[in-house]
């Protein structure tokens, strides 16, 4: 949804077009209008308001010029989301750009102050707020040889890649980058930062979005994982093998692991062992390793793979007694989730259970198997 904020020559802040009609009344808007229609300060700034139930985020302008009664004119072009949305950063090139492209209509052909204005700005950001919310862009002829194009990024995967050296922060953000190290979770992030939980997720979700941040999933010894092909360019690229060595070595940099070591290490991962099984059959190839470390490095290079564990509860039928299952029975939110689509972290984080105590409650149900892939 889409929402034009204009300040004419009478002098006061109002709706001048939106879609949908009436979707803010003038009473709501009066007591967030000064958020929105902003002071020169922060022109052309990323504006963000929870207001309404909503989000409504924009890009405030100002045209500073003699043809206007108060020599100036105040815009804001804003975009309308829902509280729900994740990853609301991923419309903030939408909003500036719509920003920038009504600032420079309205300087050289004085499209927003026309009297018509209305009239042409509703099929317009009917458009737009339609094809935002069909296939995520649009093409559209506002005036003849001037053509506006959007296009709305996909919220980024989780595969992001190394984060940037130089990026401008925000207040928050430059709190919990110290503590993102790979080994803390969002919980420890907040706790160490002193900010709330839910603030700290989505900042690191909008950094995500961003391809600053990547999440993993917690390394624990009872993880299993499996090689992938492109494990070869450990050996065959020298500058990802002396990264590996550097990510992974201890403190005793003078027994640094050989290329031809930690290549030995990652073979012998497989989805029939777990992490635990691999340090205490293979000791000597993990001296002076960081194992977690070297299952990050893994990861974040597409070495190796995480092999996840699926449960799935056997129909009664199956088996020749009702009388064997003993641990799940009357566990009835677990067993819902024992259908083989759920991962074991998904079960674990929609129960609240510890990875371990849900190992413990499948093992007394012979009911339950537990498929790895």
């Known amino acids: 949804m889409h929402i034009l904020l204009h300040i004419p020559s009478r002098g006061w802040a109002k709706i001048e077009v939106q879609e949908p009609a009436d979707f803010i009344v003038k009473e709501s808007f009066d007591k967030v209008s000064r958020y929105l229609i902003t002071k020169t300060d922060f022109d052309n700034r990323f504006i963000w308001l929870d207001a309404f139930g909503s989000r409504i985020m924009g890009c405030a302008q100002c045209i500073e010029d003699k043809r206007y009664k108060r020599n100036a004119m105040h815009f804001n072009i804003g975009l309308v989301i829902s509280m729900d949305c994740q990853v609301p950063v991923k419309y903030e090139l939408i909003v500036r750009k ?15 102050s ?8 509703l099929p317009v ?6 094809s935002l919310n069909g296939p995520g862009s649009c ?17 980024a995967p989780l595969e992001a890649a190394a984060m940037p050296q130089d990026f401008e922060t925000d207040i928050v953000t430059s709190l919990i980058l110290p503590y993102i190290d790979g080994v803390s979770h969002v919980a420890k992030i907040a706790c160490m930062a002193d900010v709330d939980k839910s603030i700290v997720k989505t900042c690191l979700q909008n950094l995500c979005s961003l391809h600053a941040v990547r999440f993993l999933p917690l390394t624990l010894y009872s993880d299993s994982y499996a090689c992938l092909t492109g494990l070869h360019r450990l050996v065959s690229d020298p500058r990802l093998g002396q990264l590996c060595q550097e990510a992974v070595t201890l403190s005793n940099k003078e027994r640094t692991p050989s290329i031809g070591r930690l290549f030995r290490l990652f073979s012998c991962m497989s989805p029939g062992s777990t992490l635990k099984d691999l340090l205490t059959l293979h000791s000597g190839l993990a001296a002076n390793v960081d194992v977690l470390r070297l299952v990050q490095f893994g990861l974040l290079h597409c070495l190796i793979r995480r092999v996840s564990a699926y449960p799935v509860r056997l129909h009664w039928s199956q088996t020749g007694s009702a009388d064997c299952s003993v641990g799940l029975r009357g566990t009835d939110q677990l067993n819902r989730l024992l259908d083989g689509y759920r991962s074991m972290d998904e079960i674990c984080a929609s129960t609240g259970l510890s990875r371990q105590m849900v190992e413990e409650r499948l093992e007394r149900d012979s009911l339950v198997v537990v498929i790895r892939r």
């Not at 026309?114 to 700005?121: C, E, F, I, S, V």
């Open 98 to 112: 719509l920003g920038r492209y009504f600032h420079s209509l309205e300087v050289e052909t004085a499209f927003l």
């Open 114 to 121: 026309d009297p018509d204005a209305q009239t042409k700005l």
């Open 125 to 130: 950001l009917t458009s737009i707020r339609a």
């Open 139 to 155: 093409k559209l002829q506002v005036l003849p040889g001037r053509s506006l194009e959007l296009f709305l990024k996909p919220a």
